[in-house]
C-alpha cells in the first residue's frame, strides 16, 4: 500500500481503542466521541482497505482474525507515539519519579527509609502513591512501581525481582509462653486467610491456636500484634522494624512462601537517570532485607 492510500490517522485512532476496551461504547467515552462517531470511522476504515475489522459477538463486537493482527500493530504504534510526544515535549529538567507501592509495604518498610534516600540524594524528588490492585502507568502518571508478583504481567512491562515473600508468627515477648502451650490468638489476614494453615503444616510440632480472629488488612497485623491482640502470621518485610525496635520477636523465624515482590516500569520507556538512582536503591534496600540488615 502506498504512503497516500494509508487510511486516515482518526479512523485507525477510534479502532485502536475499540480493540482496547473492548466496547465500541467504551471507545468513545475515551475519545470523547459519540457512539455513531466511532462507528462510523470504523466503517470507513474497513472500506478504505477492504477488510472486515469487527464481527458481532453478543450484544456487543469483537475483533476477527484480520482486526486482531491490525490492532497488535495499532497499539505498539499509539504507546510509542505517545511516549515519543511525551520526550520532546518534556523539558530538560529534573522530573520527579512517581513510585506506586502496597500500603502495607509502603507504611512498614519503604516509608521508613525513605528519608535516608532524600538526605543522600536531596536532588531527587520521589511522589509516593500508595495503594494495590490493578493499576495503569500512563493513566496514573506511574514511574516504578512495587508489588508482591502474585498476578499476571502485561507483557509491554518489565519486571526486576526485589526480595522473596517469607511468612512467620511475630508477638510481643509476653505472648510467647502463650504461644508455645497453644494458648493463643491467631491473626490472620482477611487478603491471605490461608496463611495459618499453610504455616502450621510446615510445623507440625507448634501447637495449633485456641482462636482465629481475621484483620481486613496486612498493614494492621504489625500494629495488632504489638498491642497483643494475638500472634501475627505477618511478612517478614512488614515486621522487620518493629523487631529492630524489639517491640516484637519473631521465635520460629520466617520462610518462604514462593511468591516474592518486584519493581515494574513500562519496557518501552527508558527510565529517566532519577529513576534509575530509585531503583538502584530499591534493589539495595531488598539485599538489605534478605539479608537482614
Avoid at 529534573?94 to 512498614?108: D, I
Avoid at 490468638?185 to 510440632?205: F, G, H, I, M, Q
Avoid at 520462610?255 to 527508558?270: I, M, Q
Wanted: net charge negative.
Amino acid at each position: 500500500m502506498k504512503r497516500k492510500d494509508i487510511p486516515s490517522l482518526d479512523d485507525l485512532r477510534a479502532f485502536e481503542a475499540v480493540g482496547r476496551l473492548g466496547s465500541v461504547r467504551a471507545a468513545a467515552d475515551d475519545l470523547a466521541l459519540t457512539h455513531g462517531a466511532v462507528s462510523r470511522r470504523i466503517s470507513k476504515l474497513s472500506e478504505d482497505i477492504q477488510v472486515s475489522l469487527l464481527e458481532p459477538a453478543g450484544r456487543g463486537v469483537k475483533l476477527t482474525s484480520e482486526g486482531e493482527k491490525l490492532f497488535g500493530l495499532m497499539r505498539g504504534f499509539f504507546d510509542d507515539l505517545a511516549n515519543t510526544l511525551d520526550e520532546i515535549r518534556t523539558p530538560v529538567l529534573t522530573q520527579p519519579v512517581l513510585l506506586s507501592c502496597e500500603r502495607s509495604v509502603a507504611l512498614h518498610w519503604l516509608i521508613p527509609h525513605l528519608s535516608q534516600f532524600q538526605d543522600s540524594r536531596p536532588d531527587i524528588e520521589i511522589n509516593l502513591s500508595v495503594g494495590g490492585g490493578h493499576f495503569d502507568f500512563k493513566r496514573d502518571g506511574i514511574t516504578l512501581a512495587l508489588r508482591r508478583m502474585d498476578f499476571s504481567v502485561d507483557p509491554r512491562w518489565s519486571v526486576e525481582p526485589l526480595f522473596d515473600e517469607e511468612m512467620g508468627p511475630v508477638m510481643t515477648e509476653r505472648q510467647q509462653e502463650s504461644f508455645e502451650r497453644g494458648d493463643y490468638v491467631a491473626l490472620c489476614s482477611k487478603t491471605r486467610p490461608e496463611a495459618w494453615r499453610d504455616w502450621l503444616a510446615l510445623y507440625p510440632n507448634v501447637k495449633p491456636p485456641r482462636e482465629y480472629r481475621f484483620i481486613d488488612h496486612h498493614f494492621l497485623m504489625v500494629e495488632s500484634a504489638v498491642n497483643e491482640l494475638g500472634v501475627a502470621i505477618c511478612p517478614k518485610v512488614l515486621a522487620l522494624n518493629e523487631l529492630k525496635k524489639q517491640r516484637l520477636v519473631s521465635p520460629m523465624g520466617f520462610v518462604k512462601d514462593g511468591s516474592y515482590y518486584g519493581l515494574l516500569y513500562e519496557s518501552n520507556k527508558p527510565l529517566s537517570s532519577e529513576a534509575l538512582e530509585v531503583k538502584n536503591w530499591l534493589q539495595f534496600l531488598g539485599k538489605a532485607l534478605e539479608c537482614n540488615l
